[in-house]
């Protein structure tokens, strides 16, 4: 089957350039009057891939949704962890989450806006998780929604869309979304990558990819801010919208004229990447963090790395990280998930293991064996009831450690979100930043195993295959 990836140069040419000054002028302006509360629900813990001094919570109860809405900063996350739920988890979740929100909204009597974060490569629950917050809402308050918001762009990450159509870097081109490895998730596949299309099928054909309200990249380089939000306000009946963008200038041409929506009485969902919140949030551009910004104590302790997503980046990555010479390897044997008494050894194996590298000063990278594990079936649910009990078991290893690391580094969204809220019992976090681009940072809590550590939260879909060691390295060095 013929490709239709496209050369990166080329196609970023076809964007005029646009005054950057003068747009970050307008929507500095924009969020000044912008006086509305922004909750991310993150359907993992990468979602933050973009920010800083930010709090994410890990629960969704209504004190961690009041003490958000408290907090000066404009916009807060909650990670739901959704993408390792089955669809009644989500659906249910969401619902009381939504229910929450509308308690809290009420009685502090501060509006807010509800973003979907997501995968920049559309896996997820899509629409279910969208459709109940709106079905929610709707049903418990006097907000209705005229539409959605689709917006995957993600610039650290190489996703981008054009002409409608979303596409992933791979090297010197892009590929269509609907062409790699992501579509052929066994949960959340897709075949489409025209966001329309896309949208038609996941929707079952409710919405129709002739019917979606397109923002091109001509309108958005044209800086025809009336233009867009005339369009927007045209939206009805939770109507798509599906916006082009390459770069933050974009997101921020389309914000601006998005609040002006808003502000004439539109209100919208967001089912969107990591860009669009922090431009939404008005977080600033803030520089790579560096190990003397994380690593503060004299832990002569080494570090832990996790590996347990299985995407042929992270495979890459992991062969990388073995040209290091500071890492010590452990390879954890999933395969034994069909059997308990097996997998609660091997686990047992592999802790001390680890404790015994990381209290002589070396650092130990653990990570599943790298073929897949075949149950036979074509199971939806199943493979998710499995990969959820493999995913416990990686997290029981942080669970059971009992000497405290330098850092841990944990590759892959489920097995990031579950080690931190299980195994490291995180209830409320600060977002330090970015180690790489695109890469995040949690500093932990107080209340958690080990409190003021640096998290760091690698998804399994980004970087080079040099990421991941470039990491490790800049938190090791001085350490070989």
């Known amino acids: 089957m013929k490709s239709n990836k496209i050369i990166a140069a080329e196609a970023f040419k076809k964007f005029s ?4 000054d003068d747009v970050d002028m307008k929507i500095q302006h924009a969020l000044q009057q912008f006086n509305k509360k922004i909750i991310v629900l993150d359907d993992d813990p990468t979602g933050v891939q973009t920010v800083h001094n930010v709090s994410v919570y890990t629960d969704w109860s209504v004190e961690s949704i009041e003490e958000g809405f408290k907090e000066n900063s404009s916009i807060f996350f909650i990670l739901t962890n959704s993408r390792g739920f089955t669809a009644e988890e989500t659906k249910k979740v969401h619902r009381e989450i939504a229910l929450n929100i509308l308690e809290v909204s009420g009685k502090l009597k501060k509006e807010f806006i509800v973003i979907s974060r997501s995968d920049s490569t559309l896996r997820g629950h899509y629409p279910l998780e969208t459709n109940v917050l709106k079905e929610t809402i709707e049903a418990n308050s006097n907000i209705r ?7 995957p762009f993600f610039k650290e990450g190489g996703r981008f869309t054009i002409d409608s159509v979303h596409y992933v870097q791979e090297g010197e081109y892009l590929m269509p979304a609907g062409e790699t490895e992501f579509a052929a998730d066994k949960t959340f596949g897709y075949t489409q990558s025209h966001l329309g299309k896309w949208i038609e099928e996941k929707c079952h054909g409710e919405f129709k990819a002739e019917n979606v309200e397109y923002i091109s990249h001509e309108s958005i380089r044209n800086t025809d801010i009336d233009r867009i939000a005339e369009k927007l306000l045209r939206v009805e009946g939770f109507n798509k919208v599906v916006v082009d963008a390459i770069d933050y200038v974009d997101v921020k041409i389309f914000s601006i004229a998005l609040i002006k929506a808003i502000k004439s009485g539109r209100n919208f969902m967001f089912r969107t990447a990591a860009a669009f919140t922090k431009v939404i949030g008005g977080v600033s551009d803030k520089e790579l963090l560096l190990k003397k910004d994380l690593i503060k104590k004299d832990n002569k302790n080494g570090g832990l790395i996790i590996v347990g997503s299985h995407v042929k980046k992270t495979s890459e990555q992991l062969e990388e990280l073995r ?14 998930v069909l059997d308990t008494p097996k997998l609660a050894a091997e686990v047992n194996r592999v802790v001390d293991l680890c404790e015994s590298c990381i209290s002589s000063g070396k650092t130990v990278a653990v990570y599943t064996k790298r073929e897949r594990l075949d ?5 939806k649910e199943e493979e998710l009831r499995i990969s959820i009990k493999i995913s416990d078991a990686v997290t029981s290893i942080v669970k059971k450690l009992k000497v405290r690391p330098n850092y841990i580094i944990a590759k892959g969204g489920i097995t990031s979100s579950d080690i931190g809220t299980k195994g490291l019992n995180v209830k409320r976090a600060l977002v330090a930043g970015q180690i790489k681009p695109g890469v995040p940072v949690w500093i932990t809590g107080g209340e958690s195993k080990f409190p003021g550590l640096p998290y760091i939260i690698f998804p399994g879909n980004v970087g080079t295959k040099n990421t991941l060691r470039d990491a490790a390295e800049i938190l090791n060095s001085n350490m070989e």
């Not at 350039?17 to 950057?20: A, E, G, S, Y």
């Not at 929604?145 to 917006?151: A, H, K, L, P, S």
């Not at 040209?323 to 034994?336: A, P, T």
Request: aromatic share 16%; no cysteine.
């Open 145 to 151: 929604f005229n539409g959605e918001v689709i917006f």
């Open 17 to 20: 350039p646009v005054n950057q």
């Open 323 to 336: 040209n290091s010479s500071f890492v010590e390897f452990i390879e954890f044997n999933q395969h034994l």
């Open 375 to 379: 149950i036979g079936k074509e199971n």
